[in-house]
């Protein structure tokens, strides 16, 4: 006991020192003291050259003077800091915590007590912001909210489409902001965040003036990533929100790393914070509010879905480690427990009637994506061992068994019934990705005469799950649900659309036209979607030049005849026909002289290749005779 009492009374010793001591590091007197204590998290206070003191008529032994005295309040500000630090620890905060605090695995200094890795310390989150920038940021149109009724349309539109995916923000707070008319005191930043990625009408953009949705969503865009590097913002889960939320922005075709960057300062973020740890792991119970570790578990597990399944768009590495954290999974009850505090009117306003069970869909997507992180993990490792067929089969069977929602069930509503679509096209996304690289990389301990009998196999496999995706793609369509597609949809049709460029070179004609038009298939979905999705657009034109390449004088929509895909067979073109008027945006994605190869193709099929197409020339070859 005498070991836990002593640091407090240490504390407390510094808190007599400090208060007869705080005249030698306070400002001139005739300077405005700033009361910390009481400054908003939105407040905005001038600099600290401001501070009663006159530069351009001060002389050089005042302006020295008043130097040393910002200097001297600088280095009492810092550690005051780390005093609150130790105060909050130790749970005898003189201020109400509001900033989360990480203390680390370790605090390499033990008093003879736990203290808790995760607590709550006093934030001083003012603005700093010279006039400079505050008229920069009012020029950029940050300070000008859309029209109240384009507001509405923009949440209810998010808290319908977006956050059944991605639950990372409060809902409860941009309620009361926006029911109390002070919408513009909510945090500009994340507002803006929200309304980029929010799915809008052409009535909206219309009414503000936009010429499309696309122009809109860009212009939303840049005001939340301006606010993000101008505002001043200290709030850190405001930021690491915000950079989550623009992660989903990606409009230049040779923009495609963009969601990549902003996922991982997301991702910092929320290391930064300890929100991979589980406030309740250490000996000493955490005094975080249940409220905020719903939310943290709620952000951490939307950074683990967005981290794994970008990475197999992008074909890039994981960047967390579940070994390293300890989060529990959410419930369906850390999604739905705040919306149960919303007035009856604004529940049935702004939020989907179905929000129960769309969060049970969120923690189906969670456990494909702690899947697909270990399938990424056996396919990409760089050095040796690889997987034995045991674990691949193992890996197979829990892939295989998961408990997916029936597509058909009569009840559904439409926007269930989307996001039922929608899991089973990650699930069809993660059983092509798990199948075509073991299907190349065959298991040291499989026999030399059961080799190819193993990567045909799991070659057909493969290209059922693509023609599984087919007939999802086919459901969503026939019932008009592809306006509920989100950023995430175009990218889940890449694996399978792989499938089919590979049967496009199959050597027999009817393969071929087979291949062509369940490829043309995607091609027409990703078309619906290209007018608000770039990534559509994108992966679109260069799955057409492959297409053209393959078939000289091909033009959307037009099947080859027999006679030209018979003498597709017959002899490989080495150079490209016209391609349709309509398709110039394909004929940019090269430039002009630069007609695609084989090798093109096999670019696009090759391990490490962009967006990734992962499949490699030894895997056309299994293919080609299977077809045989």
Not at 147 to 171: F, G, K, M
Not at 215 to 223: E, F, G, L, N
Not at 547 to 568: D, L, N
Request: charged share 20%; with cysteine; aromatic share 8%.
């Amino acid at each position: 006991m005498m070991a836990s009492q002593k640091p407090v009374e240490l504390i407390r010793r510094h808190r007599n020192q400090r208060d007869r001591t705080s005249a030698l590091y306070s400002p001139p007197g005739d300077a405005p003291q700033t009361n910390f204590a009481n400054v908003g998290p939105s407040s905005i206070i001038e600099p600290c050259s401001s501070m009663g003191v006159d530069v351009a008529a001060a002389g050089d032994a005042e302006q020295t003077a008043s130097c040393l005295d910002c200097e001297s309040a600088s280095i009492y500000n810092e550690e005051r800091s780390g005093i609150e630090i130790a105060e909050a620890a130790l749970g005898v905060p003189r201020r109400v915590g509001q900033l989360p605090f990480y203390s680390g695995e370790h605090l390499g200094l033990h008093v003879g007590s736990s203290v808790p890795r995760h607590f709550l310390i006093p934030s001083d989150t003012e603005t700093f912001l010279e006039e400079e920038d505050r008229e920069y940021l009012k020029a950029k149109g940050v300070f000008t909210l859309p029209q109240n009724d384009t507001c509405a349309a923009l949440l209810r539109v998010y808290l319908s489409h977006v956050h059944p995916v991605y639950p990372v923000i409060e809902v409860e707070q941009l309620w009361d902001c926006y029911h109390n008319g002070r919408l513009g005191r909510y945090n500009l930043l994340l507002l803006w965040s929200i309304f980029s990625v929010a799915f809008i009408s052409s009535q909206d953009f219309e009414r503000e003036g936009y010429k499309s949705r696309r122009h809109m969503k860009a212009v939303m865009y840049s005001r939340a990533k301006c606010m993000y590097n101008n505002g001043g913002d200290r709030d850190l889960v405001v930021r690491l929100q915000a950079s989550f939320l623009m992660g989903f922005w990606s409009a230049e075709p040779f923009e495609h790393v963009r969601p990549w960057y902003w996922t991982g300062i997301a991702i910092n973020y929320c290391q930064m914070l300890g929100l991979h740890r589980n406030p309740d792991s250490a000996e000493h119970k955490s005094s975080i509010s249940e409220p905020q570790r719903r939310l943290w578990r709620r952000i951490w597990w939307s950074c683990v879905f967005r981290d794994r399944w970008l990475g197999l768009c992008l074909g890039r590495p994981q960047r967390i480690n579940l070994d390293d954290c300890d989060v529990p999974m959410p419930t369906v009850d850390d999604v739905i427990q705040e919306l149960e505090n919303l007035p009856q009117g604004a529940y049935t306003a702004f939020m989907p009637v179905e929000m129960p069970r769309l969060a049970t869909y969120w923690i189906i997507l969670l456990k494909l994506s702690i899947l697909l992180g270990t399938v990424l993990s056996m396919n990409h490792q760089a050095r040796d061992p690889r997987a034995s067929s045991v674990q691949i089969r193992a890996m197979e069977d829990e892939i295989l068994q998961c408990t997916l929602p029936d597509q058909y069930e009569a009840s559904q509503t439409r926007l269930a019934s989307f996001y039922v679509h929608h899991i089973h096209l990650h699930h069809q996304a993660l059983l092509i990705t798990f199948y075509r690289h073991n299907a190349t990389e065959c298991p040291d301990d499989i026999p030399s005469a059961q080799r190819e009998d193993w990567k045909r196999m799991l070659c057909l496999k493969a290209s059922t799950a693509a023609l599984r995706t087919n007939d999802i793609l086919d459901l969503v369509v026939r019932d008009g649900l592809l306006e509920f597609a989100g950023p995430m949809t175009p990218p889940l049709l890449i694996p399978a659309m792989q499938m089919h460029l590979l049967d496009c070179k199959s050597p027999g004609s009817l393969p071929r036209r087979l291949g062509l038009k369940k490829l043309e298939a995607c091609l027409l979905v990703l078309e619906g979607l290209q007018k608000t999705y770039a990534g559509a657009s994108i992966h679109r034109g260069i799955f057409l030049k492959a297409v053209q390449h393959m078939f000289p004088g091909y033009a959307t929509g037009s099947a080859p005849s027999s006679e030209m895909m018979q003498s597709v067979v017959n002899a490989r073109s080495e150079t490209m026909g016209d391609a349709s008027a309509s398709e110039t945006f394909v004929d940019n994605v090269f430039a002009e002289g630069s007609a695609p190869t084989d090798d093109f193709l096999d670019t696009l099929l090759d391990d490490g290749a962009f967006f990734p197409l992962w499949l490699d020339e030894s895997y056309r070859t299994v293919n080609v005779d299977a077809d045989r």
